[in-house]
């Protein structure tokens, strides 16, 4: 376990405490599986972006707040320079960096996401979150699984869908795949 997601899991755990809930009671309010919270609380499974979303929802923080330690404060707008965003690693195929986590109080949050091949074939690893994804291929191709559907996309391709409906994607082919993710 990186220190990263361990500062992770000390944030989550010591707002749990100072909202007095326990792991269970709050994997009841956010309606996951208390076994699979514990696995994500115990750090023996990371958790997936979508749930430090709905965490930093329900504890009415900024996930930069879960992700950084650090509250945002511009509420004008922020930029982030290539190659200065934060790189949140949450899923061993996967590589998110968070493009506005200086921006306070965002309705949205964007990520460019890098997703390596994988040679095995096998089942989608799907999650659900709440409110609503847009997907954009910059490079490489994407084929995604949306609510039992599987679509390919490439290049200047996007998707928009509800992200409450079991969704993942994977890089086609030999080369990894880059996308705009916009989490609403």
């Known amino acids: 376990m990186t220190s990263n997601i361990k500062d992770i899991i000390q944030r989550v755990e010591v707002l749990r405490e100072i909202a007095d809930i326990s792991a269970e009671t709050l994997a009841h309010h956010l309606g996951f599986d208390k076994e699979e919270y514990r696995q994500w609380e115990s750090g023996t499974v990371d958790f997936p972006v979508g ?9 009415n923080v900024d996930l930069a707040d879960l992700m950084q330690g650090a509250s945002s404060r511009l509420k004008t707008y922020c930029v982030t320079r290539a190659g200065e965003a934060p790189e949140v690693s949450r899923r061993p195929m996967y590589s998110y960096w968070n493009l506005a986590y200086t921006f306070h109080r965002k ?3 964007p990520f460019l996401v890098v997703v390596q091949p994988d040679t095995a074939v096998k089942p989608f690893a799907l999650n659900t979150h709440s409110g609503q ?3 954009y291929v910059l490079e490489g191709k994407i084929q995604i699984s949306v609510g039992g559907h599987e679509i390919e996309l490439g ?3 996007s ?3 509800d992200s ?5 994607m994977r890089a086609v082919g030999e080369a990894s795949a880059t996308f705009l993710a916009i989490v609403f």
């Open 159 to 161: 998707i928009y869908y």
């Open 107 to 109: 309705k949205a949050e």
């Open 164 to 168: 409450q409906e079991p969704h993942g």
């Open 51 to 59: 749930v430090l979303i709905k965490i930093a929802d329900y504890f």
């Open 133 to 135: 994804e847009f997907d």
């Open 155 to 157: 290049p200047g391709d």
